[in-house]
């Protein structure tokens, strides 16, 4: 069964989305069936991965609400071989549409129940809220990838994060766990990147990766071509850091 991650943060523009893409890029570069679930209305995921969001006809948003199935719902074969659960803005209206569905926090895991199986990994990119769509990420979830980004505020909502993850642990989904917390947009010209690093060292007790995402402007610009960076620039700092972290995700053992 495909070990499925949620990248989550209540934070907007820690590097979710970005991690999400091209983690999921590079385990796939690496030999991994990944499956890649955007969660977001705003569709950020699947417009990096290079699918026109507001052409398609079946998205996450219609398989969780039973009016497709996943087969109908899946993009196949994108960005050099990832599968994608694709979203737009017909998921804004989940808060409302999905209240009145029978366990409606359990939609995602069920409707993925038989497909995990296909898959090394499932990676899913939550929105920067702890709404409908996150719970359902983690509630399908084995294990919650936590985005950092190497800025002032780092901490801020951390906690309150790890108190949502052992909440659904607790009520929701036992098996539940922190994956790691990665770094993001790190600086190395500023003590303010390594000073935060520190910091969040000092203060989490949860599991830290070594490697750490740096700012890299090819890292900014992949998205706007639909292309995770290990195909829009292989030899750049963030490709070989995405890597990395794909090798030290696969190698965790939960």
Not at 74 to 90: I, M, T, W, Y
Not at 217 to 239: C, F, M, T, W
Request: hydrophobic share 40%; net charge neutral.
């Amino acid at each position: 069964m495909g070990r499925a991650i949620a990248i989550a943060n209540q934070k907007g523009g820690v590097g979710k989305t970005t991690t999400a893409i091209n983690l999921s890029a590079c385990l796939a570069e690496q030999g991994k069936k990944v499956l890649v679930i955007d969660t977001d209305p705003q569709g950020n995921t699947t417009t990096g991965l290079g699918v026109k969001k507001n052409e398609l006809k079946n998205t996450i948003y219609e398989m969780m609400l039973g009016k497709a199935s996943f087969e109908e719902s899946v993009v196949r074969g994108v960005a050099g071989g990832l599968d994608l659960l694709p979203a737009n803005v017909n998921l804004s209206g989940a808060e409302i549409d999905f209240i009145d569905l029978e366990k409606p926090h359990y939609i995602l895991r069920d409707k993925l129940k038989d497909v995990r199986k296909d898959y090394d990994f499932i990676i899913i990119d939550c929105p920067p809220s702890l709404s409908m769509l996150p719970i359902n990420a983690m509630t399908t979830a084995d294990s919650v990838l936590v985005t950092v980004q190497c800025e002032y505020y780092a901490l801020d909502g951390l906690s309150q994060l790890f108190n949502t993850v052992n909440l659904i642990r607790s009520r929701m989904n036992s098996a539940l766990e922190v994956d790691g917390i990665v770094f993001t947009m790190y600086d190395s010209r500023t003590n303010l990147s390594f000073e935060v690093v520190e910091n969040v060292k000092n203060n989490v007790r949860e599991h830290i990766y070594k490697t750490i995402i740096p700012r890299n402007i090819r890292l900014a610009e992949a998205p706007s071509y639909g292309q995770p960076i290990n195909l829009y620039e292989p030899k750049s700092a963030g490709a070989e850091a995405y890597r990395l972290l794909a090798k030290e995700v696969a190698a965790r053992k939960l």
